[in-house]
């Protein structure tokens, strides 16, 4: 008796497992094999689990055939072939190629509708019937982004032009226009509204674009004290539309510090240096920022630099930028140098800028060190300037391209002797990301002075971490210099990276009469801890014509923290 009972267990589960595999098929025949072809491209599924979903492909399939042209398409009946196979039988009809929509110019714009229809009159424009509903999805988007969000289509009294092709009439249902009447800030309330008006170009009262506000929007998150936590959302009543935006803000202020060693070349002995560089951004909520730079070298050399930026001013496009510099070299000489700009802020990556510049310089050597190469002088510039910046999201890379040209005309004067002269400033680098991975960096800068007659303590420095590697820092003078660094780098995931150093340099010392070429080989690593980003940098410089030497080498360790 158990036995049996096993066995009808047995026979029970291999039947119920047999219907619930079963799959049912379905077959599409048309009034002829050009039709029954043309259904078969139609279907893309020919088994189904139950009848139901068999049902729906039927359904879809008359849907595709209209909209493929075959507006009589009918369904003309379904036979049952076995058990699990189905044959639907279809009459496709006549087909038609093109659909004439009548409309009136008060609804719609001509220069619009040529963007769907090759066929555009006054009075109708002709499109594929097989694009038919793509083409009014098309319309639909660009009325709503244009302050129509509501708007609704519709093509009414459809009939026969000629054999091939149908007319009928576009209705459009629409309300009236839609502007933006307030902006909600969620999250970040403090966030400066200048920003909104100027670096988003995001208005009260401009119309009503859904898409583009999205597409503004995610240019905050390439601002160093704001980024965007959610897309926008948008509140519509029945005479307003407001607009949410939903900001967090992010620290932006850095703490910068690197240590530095290497060989005196002249006493053998390992020398250190190192500076500190404190970046203040927004504190205020008006997008301002305050740069504090002390720097203190190997070469006796000290740097104070404190730098101002004021953007969007009373709301506007205008802003001041104020920097004080003060430079001592050991006991030769001090230059104190002070600029203020004016800059109007085009969009947010494009300004233009003038102002003046300032230079007082002291000679600190005694009367038995004078030498005719460091005077005391003043000397004073008008500037003008061009700047780009083109800002990304990336935390390890945050500046996609750079460019800055900047020209001064003024006067020098010491010994009650007016020297005219004229400078030129230019700095550009890009970031050309070749694959998630991998990325060159390169970066070219470089200063002149034109005049008949130079001072030493006027002449530019350079060199070091943030010039050319593998040299001391600002152990190089020149009256013309050009920098070019390049970096192959190497993400090994989002916070760390790894990359080439290979540098070149030419400057002209007209005091001196030294014209050389200066290249830095090395590599370094950038890794983003807790802390902020660490970096480290291996460089050694080399001069044109002499011989490599490992004590010329340059070990730079930096770490910028965030708070």
């Not at 850095?254 to 390992?270: A, C, H, P, R, V």
């Given at each position: 008796?158990?036995?049996?009972?096993?066995?009808?267990?047995?026979?029970?589960?291999?039947i119920?497992?047999?219907?619930?595999?079963?799959?049912?098929?379905?077959?599409?025949?048309?009034?002829?094999?050009?039709?029954?072809s043309?259904?078969?491209?139609?279907?893309?599924?020919?088994?189904?689990?139950?009848?139901?979903?068999?049902?729906?492909?039927?359904?879809?399939?008359?849907?595709?055939?209209?909209?493929?042209?075959?507006?009589?398409?009918?369904?003309?009946?379904?036979?049952?072939?076995?058990d699990?196979?189905?044959?639907?039988?279809?009459?496709?009809?006549?087909?038609?190629?093109?659909?004439?929509?009548?409309?009136?110019?008060?609804?719609?714009?001509?220069?619009?509708?040529?963007?769907?229809?090759?066929?555009?009159?006054?009075?109708?424009?002709?499109?594929?019937?097989?694009?038919?509903?793509?083409?009014?999805?098309?319309?639909?988007?660009?009325?709503?982004?244009?302050?129509?969000?509501?708007?609704?289509?519709?093509?009414?009294?459809?009939?026969?032009?000629?054999?091939?092709?149908?007319?009928?009439?576009?209705?459009?249902?629409?309300?009236?226009?839609?502007?933006?009447?307030?902006?909600?800030?969620?999250?970040?309330e403090?966030?400066?509204?200048?920003?909104?008006?100027?670096?988003?170009?995001?208005?009260?009262?401009?119309?009503?674009?859904?898409?583009?506000?999205?597409?503004?929007?995610?240019?905050?998150?390439s601002?160093?004290?704001?980024?965007?936590?959610?897309?926008?959302?948008?509140?519509?009543?029945?005479?307003?539309?407001?607009?949410y935006?939903?900001?967090?803000?992010?620290?932006?202020?850095?703490?910068?510090?690197?240590?530095?060693?290497g060989?005196?070349?002249?006493?053998?002995?390992?020398?250190?240096?190192?500076?500190?560089?404190?970046?203040?951004?927004?504190?205020?909520?008006?997008?301002?920022?305050?740069?504090?730079?002390?720097?203190?070298?190997?070469?006796?050399?000290?740097?104070?630099?404190v730098?101002?930026?004021?953007?969007?001013?009373?709301?506007?496009?205008?802003?001041?930028?104020?920097?004080?510099?003060?430079?001592?070299?050991?006991?030769?000489?001090?230059?104190?140098?002070?600029?203020?700009?004016?800059?109007?802020?085009?969009n947010?990556?494009?300004?233009?800028?003038?102002?003046?510049?300032?230079t007082?310089?002291?000679?600190?050597?005694?009367?038995?060190?004078?030498?005719?190469?460091?005077?005391?002088?003043?000397?004073?510039?008008?500037?003008?300037?061009?700047?780009?910046?083109?800002?990304?999201?990336?935390?390890?890379?945050p500046?996609?391209?750079?460019?800055?040209?900047?020209?001064?005309?003024?006067?020098?004067?010491?010994?009650?002797?007016?020297?005219?002269?004229?400078?030129?400033?230019?700095?550009?680098n890009?970031?050309?990301?070749l694959?998630?991975?991998?990325?060159?960096?390169?970066?070219?800068?470089?200063?002149?002075?034109?005049?008949?007659?130079?001072?030493?303590?006027?002449?530019r420095?350079?060199?070091?971490?943030?010039?050319?590697?593998?040299?001391?820092?600002?152990?190089?003078?020149?009256?013309?210099?050009?920098?070019?660094?390049?970096?192959?780098?190497?993400?090994?995931?989002?916070?760390?990276?790894?990359?080439?150093?290979?540098?070149?340099?030419?400057?002209?010392?007209?005091?001196?009469?030294?014209?050389?070429?200066?290249?830095?080989?090395?590599?370094?690593?950038?890794?983003?801890?807790?802390?902020?980003?660490?970096?480290?940098?291996?460089?050694?410089?080399?001069?044109?014509?002499?011989?490599?030497k490992?004590?010329?080498?340059?070990?730079?360790?930096?770490?910028?923290?965030?708070?």
């Amino acid at each position: 008796m158990q036995r049996i009972a096993i066995l009808y267990l047995i026979i029970y589960i291999v039947i119920t497992a047999d219907s619930h595999a079963q799959n049912l098929e379905l077959e599409l025949q048309g009034s002829n094999a050009s039709e029954t072809s043309t259904l078969d491209s139609l279907m893309v599924h020919p088994r189904f689990q139950d009848f139901s979903s068999l049902q729906t492909e039927i359904d879809s399939t008359l849907i595709k055939l209209q909209k493929t042209g075959y507006i009589e398409s009918e369904l003309l009946k379904l036979n049952k072939k076995n058990d699990s196979a189905f044959i639907a039988y279809f009459n496709l009809g006549k087909k038609y190629d093109n659909l004439y929509i009548y409309y009136s110019n008060n609804d719609i714009s001509k220069d619009l509708l040529k963007k769907i229809s090759t066929n555009v009159t006054d009075d109708f424009f002709a499109i594929p019937i097989s694009k038919s509903e793509n083409a009014l999805k098309f319309l639909n988007s660009e009325l709503a982004n244009d302050g129509l969000p509501f708007v609704t289509f519709k093509i009414e009294n459809i009939s026969k032009r000629n054999d091939s092709e149908l007319q009928g009439n576009l209705v459009i249902n629409t309300t009236a226009k839609r502007k933006v009447n307030s902006i909600i800030v969620k999250g970040y309330e403090g966030f400066p509204r200048s920003f909104l008006k100027h670096y988003l170009n995001i208005r009260k009262d401009q119309s009503f674009n859904l898409n583009e506000i999205k597409s503004k929007t995610k240019i905050l998150n390439s601002l160093p004290f704001a980024k965007q936590i959610k897309d926008p959302e948008v509140l519509f009543t029945k005479d307003s539309t407001s607009l949410y935006l939903y900001l967090e803000k992010s620290k932006s202020n850095t703490f910068d510090g690197f240590l530095g060693f290497g060989n005196n070349e002249s006493t053998n002995k390992l020398e250190f240096d190192g500076y500190l560089n404190l970046k203040l951004n927004n504190n205020l909520n008006y997008g301002e920022s305050f740069n504090l730079l002390y720097k203190s070298d190997e070469n006796e050399q000290r740097t104070f630099d404190v730098n101002a930026n004021l953007p969007y001013l009373f709301n506007s496009p205008l802003g001041v930028n104020l920097n004080l510099n003060i430079f001592r070299k050991d006991s030769t000489f001090t230059i104190v140098n002070q600029t203020a700009k004016l800059f109007y802020q085009l969009n947010r990556t494009i300004k233009i800028s003038g102002g003046i510049e300032l230079t007082s310089s002291e000679n600190l050597l005694n009367q038995e060190q004078q030498s005719s190469q460091v005077q005391d002088y003043d000397a004073s510039f008008f500037t003008a300037s061009f700047e780009y910046l083109d800002r990304t999201s990336d935390f390890l890379f945050p500046i996609q391209s750079y460019f800055l040209v900047e020209s001064g005309l003024g006067k020098r004067n010491y010994n009650n002797f007016d020297q005219d002269q004229t400078t030129i400033k230019f700095r550009t680098n890009k970031i050309f990301n070749l694959n998630n991975r991998n990325s060159i960096y390169i970066n070219v800068n470089g200063d002149i002075i034109f005049s008949d007659s130079f001072l030493f303590n006027e002449l530019r420095r350079f060199g070091g971490i943030n010039s050319i590697r593998g040299f001391e820092e600002n152990s190089l003078y020149a009256s013309l210099y050009s920098v070019l660094n390049t970096e192959y780098r190497y993400s090994i995931n989002q916070s760390i990276y790894v990359h080439s150093i290979i540098d070149g340099a030419y400057y002209e010392d007209d005091i001196n009469e030294i014209k050389e070429k200066l290249f830095g080989f090395g590599f370094g690593l950038g890794l983003m801890t807790k802390a902020g980003l660490f970096k480290l940098n291996y460089a050694n410089g080399l001069v044109e014509d002499q011989p490599f030497k490992f004590s010329n080498s340059k070990i730079h360790i930096s770490l910028n923290a965030y708070f």
